[in-house]
């Protein structure tokens, strides 16, 4: 079963399902066995990285957003990690002008309805 078919949206008592924590998209996962939030939400971009291999995520593993832009959910832009290397990660992004540059630029490349309009810098 794909992590999207679990997350109950063919569930007879479905009432939408998507939940916001601040700018990262939740979606409503009631059978998730390592839910983010409020017990039944998991990140959309954790659902998208655990159908990329097929999976789920190990405990010490993290989905790093590569342009830093915790929205931007395309594949391509997700990357699994452990936490140490999370960390590292973070730590050179935040000391890289170009870096910083590429995700202001990501950030205003959406139209309208926040979808991309280009492909990653
Ligand atoms: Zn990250």
Same mark, same amino acid.
């Given at each position: 079963?794909?992590? @999207? ?10 009432? %939408?399902?998507? *939940?916001?924590? =601040? ?21 959309e971009y954790v659902l998208i990285a655990e159908?990329?291999?097929?999976? @789920? ?10 342009? %830093?832009?915790? *929205?931007?959910? =395309? ?24 870096w910083k540059e590429n995700l202001k630029l ?15 810098q």
């Amino acid at each position: 079963m794909k992590p @999207y078919e679990r997350t109950g949206s063919k569930n007879s008592n479905w009432k %939408g399902g998507i *939940c916001y924590d =601040r700018l990262r998209k939740g979606i409503y996962s009631p059978n998730h066995p390592n839910p983010n939030f409020n017990h039944i939400y998991v990140y959309e971009y954790v659902l998208i990285a655990e159908e990329m291999l097929g999976r @789920y995520l190990k405990k010490d593993e993290i989905v790093h957003h590569r342009n %830093g832009d915790v *929205c931007d959910n =395309r594949p391509e832009n997700l990357e699994v990690i452990t936490q140490s290397e999370h960390i590292l990660k973070h730590t050179k992004d935040l000391h890289n002008e170009k870096w910083k540059e590429n995700l202001k630029l990501n950030i205003s490349n959406r139209d309208e309805k926040g979808k991309f309009r280009g492909r990653l810098q």
